[in-house]
T-cell receptor
Framework: GAVVSQHPSWVICKSGTSVKIECRSL??????MFWYRQFPKQSLMLMAT?????????EQGVEKDKFLINHASLTLSTLTVTSAHPEDSSFYIC?????????FGSGTRLTIV | GIQVEQSPPDLILQEGANSTLRCNFS?????LQWFHQNPWGQLINLFY???GTKQNGRLSATTVATERYSLLYISSSQTTDSGVYFC????????FGTGTSLTVIP
């Protein structure tokens, strides 16, 4: 149980394009989910907390207009990196709060060239 | 926010050896989890352990909430145990530790 599907697994895009990452819970529903970013050899840093039906809460230093979060339902959330640049290259991972632990997606490795 | 520190930052073991990873947290937490991040980046949940001791095969974990630390024990290590181990604690959000990079050599 507690399966999370995250797509795509990896993506390479040209600078200036927008990239959408999808995170879907397959066998449970949850109100709250989180988006993290991880740079090489570093820990996971929380980008934003999202509740279904509400605007996301972004951590300090994370641009809300650049990282658009759409939490459409209790099982689906998307992160769109708008006008991506090489410094946005990172590993992005989503997580759902099941109330008794967190379940993570498999991550998306984003490379902007 | 809660500060979560892990030690050691790097660890190299001979296959078959045992090890203990430590996670210290700066404030009371509602939840603590241990994860193994494999070379592809996927986070594998090892333990949900806000307090007490749990065991799963060669792995076990103990959290002493009153003293604000948790330990992850790996016994008879295997090369497949290599990767980064994170602990994460929940206060008002989920805070990840700094990680321990484990390399098990044959």
């Amino acid at each position: 149980g507690a399966v999370v599907s995250q797509h795509p697994s990896w993506v390479i895009c040209k600078s200036g394009t927008s990239v959408k990452i999808e995170c879907r819970s397959l066998d449970f529903q949850a109100t709250t989910m989180f988006w993290y970013r991880q740079f090489p050899k570093q820990s996971l840093m929380l980008m934003a907390t999202s509740n279904e039906g509400s605007k996301a809460t972004y951590e300090q230093g994370v641009e809300k207009d650049k990282f658009l979060i759409n939490h459409a339902s209790l099982t689906l959330s998307t992160l769109t990196v708008t006008s991506a640049h090489p410094e946005d290259s990172s590993f992005y991972i989503c997580s759902w709060d099941r109330g008794y632990g967190y379940t993570f997606g498999s991550g998306t490795r984003l490379t902007i060239v | 926010g809660i500060q979560v520190e892990q030690s050691p930052p790097d660890l190299i073991l001979q296959e078959g050896a045992n090890s203990t990873l430590r996670c210290n947290f700066s404030d009371s937490v509602n939840n603590l989890q241990w994860f193994h991040q494999n070379p592809w980046g996927q986070l594998i949940n090892l333990f949900y352990i806000p307090s007490g001791t749990k065991q799963n095969g060669r792995l076990s974990a103990t959290t002493v909430a009153t003293e604000r630390y948790s330990l992850l024990y790996i016994s008879s290590s295997q090369t497949t145990d290599s990767g980064v181990y994170f602990c994460a604690a929940t206060g008002n959000q989920f805070y990840f530790g700094t990680g321990t990079s484990l390399t098990v050599i044959p």
